[in-house]
């Protein structure tokens, strides 16, 4: 049986099936996403969503919303569609004809409707904003005709359209098939099929489809999708005909080929590790020649500049596609040149201007380093880590400032901008104030000293100095009396006793400000209040301002998501830091930490990590279906767990892979593994 294959039994519980969304994207920004069953249940949903040419690539257009299949033998019609209308209604039903679903290469569907069996098959084209789609008639006993109703939407991702009299009828006939554009500046469509098909012009509207997703969110979740009217061919048995759905034309002769050479490229979904790498492969975004990036996510994520540095290694060398390191990262150095050398604004890239960008910049070419080693790294992106640091060290950031201490001290621009990943807002004022003295911003910054001082073998002893400075400044700002580490510390304002995850970073990150004894403690504290099977609560159930479920409207939404709500990547920096203390008698822990991860890819988003989850059992996913950082944070542990097998010795691998600081302030406390208490919990 295929990794991702559902039977009829869990097709047919609407309440699971509904849950389930299958998201396909290429790498010029269109997506297919919808429910297993092809029932839209958000505004986000639609067959084919392409980019927009003079807007943001989040904000794309939706020009085929859904495609009805009939089935006519002997006069009698089976639709196999389903919607979901205002007042709960589903029409038609035709997952009752459902058999299985699978989506190891294509998503294939497989229908049975009496003496029917029919295939239906689908790949989104890599270079083209093409879906095309294949059905093969695997049984019949009888003259079987297949009818396709195409309900067309022709609007922005976060708009929903309503019967209007501003529609454009209009069609053009193409080869074995039409085209349509239905407002002025939209996109064209165009359907065409491998064999001639009989179309009958009769536009209608479809009205009142009910989305379930946006009702959930508090969003508007009714609207009316326009119907130009509908193709009909035969179909015989054993026979092959395939649809393609674009925004330009095709040769219909070719779709077969094309269809055949996309399935034979495709990364299979056979197993947990290809999952990722077939959804990390989802996030790579190449707009034209020359211009790589990462979205964040999808399907409404952007690109930001954060979640590039962090995901980039596990995108490229992680999916065996190592050209693109150097694809995103020319751009994003020339983009980041332009930004704080000449004040020019990028059109794309969102976040340079943020205090911590080139602390992850240099966190990237040090993940780099890891895969092509010091020499090479030295050569490529020396002179940039140089670069970075000398900015940062001679205060040219306006937001950040290296205080008497060593430490960075960060300031926002107003009090509406955040500046750290925890950026969400409730009437233009941050849920969570984080500023002075920050502690991830902190931990990078003690880390890329040492990765400098490693890089170039600097033999410097007021580096040395300034390294051991900083290190005795960041536990004497950041360690509590507890043991665990301030979240963030304001000159002049109250200390915020929070337990919250971005202290794991300190553990995590190859170089630690903390003797292994501080690492351990905030390791098991992060353990206790913060952990889950889903990754690392923002905020310890035990404050007064913990929220567990992250429901409800916008604000709502927003407050959960940092007030308890449960983030994946953080849990990369958990198993990182456990790893590097535990070394190989913590490595069965790590594995067992997974599994939860390799269910979840068969319960919302098939074969993706979602961006966030309820901090209360069962953890239910929420917000973004497929996260680029939460997706790369799994696939970066299991190339960890693959470094056990390839360093036989405790030892080298330490060297080499988890380098711990050696600093007069905070002293080795023992080079032997630490005894693992975790295996129980």
Wanted: glycine share 6%; net charge negative.
């Amino acid at each position: 049986m295929s990794y991702l294959k559902f039977d009829r039994s869990s097709l047919t519980n609407l309440d699971e099936s509904l849950q389930r969304e299958i998201l396909c994207a290429n790498k010029g920004g269109a997506y297919y996403c919808s429910t297993i069953l092809g029932c839209n249940t958000r505004k986000y949903h639609g067959m084919l969503v392409v980019p927009s040419q003079n807007d943001s690539v989040a904000n794309r257009w939706v020009l085929l919303s859904s495609l009805d299949e009939t089935v006519i033998q002997h006069g009698a019609e089976f639709n196999l569609a389903v919607h979901k209308y205002a007042g709960g209604v589903f029409s038609p039903n035709g997952h009752k004809y459902i058999r299985e679903y699978d989506v190891e290469k294509a998503v294939t569907t497989i229908f049975r409707v009496g003496g029917v069996i029919l295939s239906k098959s689908f790949l989104l084209s890599e270079d083209r904003n093409q879906l095309i789609v294949r059905y093969r008639l695997l049984d019949a006993h009888s003259k079987t005709t297949l009818r396709f109703k195409p309900l067309l939407a022709f609007r922005k991702v976060k708009e929903l359209t309503y019967e209007n009299n501003h529609i454009n009828w209009d069609y053009n006939e193409e080869p074995n098939g039409v085209s349509l554009s239905l407002y002025e500046g939209c996109p064209r469509l165009y359907l065409q099929f491998s064999k001639p098909t009989h179309y009958t012009h009769a536009p209608h509207w479809n009205k009142h489809h009910y989305y379930d997703k946006e009702a959930e969110r508090a969003h508007n979740c009714i609207e009316d999708l326009p119907v130009p009217g509908l193709f009909e061919c035969e179909i015989k048995k054993g026979e092959e005909i395939y649809l393609s759905i674009s925004d330009e034309v095709c040769d219909p002769n070719n779709l077969k080929e094309e269809f055949d050479q996309s399935e034979g490229t495709v990364i299979p979904r056979d197993g947990f590790l290809n999952c990722l790498k077939r959804t990390v492969d989802q996030y790579y975004y190449e707009p034209e020649p020359g211009k790589s990036y990462l979205l964040a996510g999808l399907p409404w994520f952007d690109v930001r500049h954060r979640d590039q540095m962090i995901g980039l290694t596990a995108a490229s060398f992680g999916i065996g596609k190592p050209e693109r390191y150097k694809a995103v990262m020319d751009n994003t150095l020339a983009t980041l040149d332009g930004f704080y050398q000449k004040g020019e604004q990028d059109q794309v890239i969102k976040g340079l201007d943020q205090p911590d960008a080139l602390l992850w910049l240099i966190n990237c070419v040090q993940d780099y380093s890891r895969w092509v080693g010091m020499e090479k790294t030295r050569e490529e992106y020396g002179a940039v880590v140089k670069k970075a640091l000398g900015f940062i060290r001679a205060n040219k950031h306006p937001l950040i400032k290296v205080m008497d201490n060593g430490l960075l001290y960060a300031m926002p621009e107003s009090a509406d901008k955040p500046i750290t990943w925890m950026d969400a807002t409730i009437d233009g004022y941050p849920v969570v104030d984080r500023q002075g003295y920050i502690v991830e911003f902190n931990a990078l910054w003690y880390n890329a000293l040492c990765f400098n001082r490693a890089l170039f073998g600097i033999d410097d002893y007021k580096e040395d100095d300034y390294i051991d400075r900083v290190a005795e400044s960041f536990i004497r700002v950041f360690v509590n009396e507890h043991d665990y580490l301030f979240d963030y510390v304001v000159e002049g304002r109250e200390k915020d006793w929070s337990v919250r995850p971005n202290q794991i970073l300190a553990v995590g990150l190859s170089y630690s400000p903390l003797s292994r004894k501080l690492q351990r403690n905030i390791l098991d504290i992060v353990t206790k209040e913060l952990l889950t099977s889903k990754g690392l609560r923002t905020l310890s159930p035990i404050s007064g301002f913990y929220r567990g479920y992250c429901a409800g409207n916008l604000a709502e939404r927003a407050y959960s998501y940092l007030q308890g709500g449960v983030w994946s990547w953080l849990i990369y920096y958990y198993l990182s830091g456990y790893l590097k203390l535990f070394r190989r008698v913590g490595v069965s822990f790590v594995d067992r930490l997974l599994i939860p991860f390799e269910d979840e890819m068969k319960l919302h988003g098939i074969g993706s990590i979602s961006e966030v989850y309820d901090g209360t059992p069962p953890y239910t996913a929420r917000s973004g279906i497929s996260f680029m950082l939460s997706a790369t944070a799994i696939l970066r542990i299991q190339n960890r767990l693959k470094e056990f097998d390839e360093y036989k010795s405790d030892d080298i691998f330490d060297l080499r892979l988890s380098m711990t600081s050696h600093h007069k302030g905070s002293p080795e406390e023992g080079n032997e593994p630490i005894e693992n208490n975790h295996d129980q919990n």
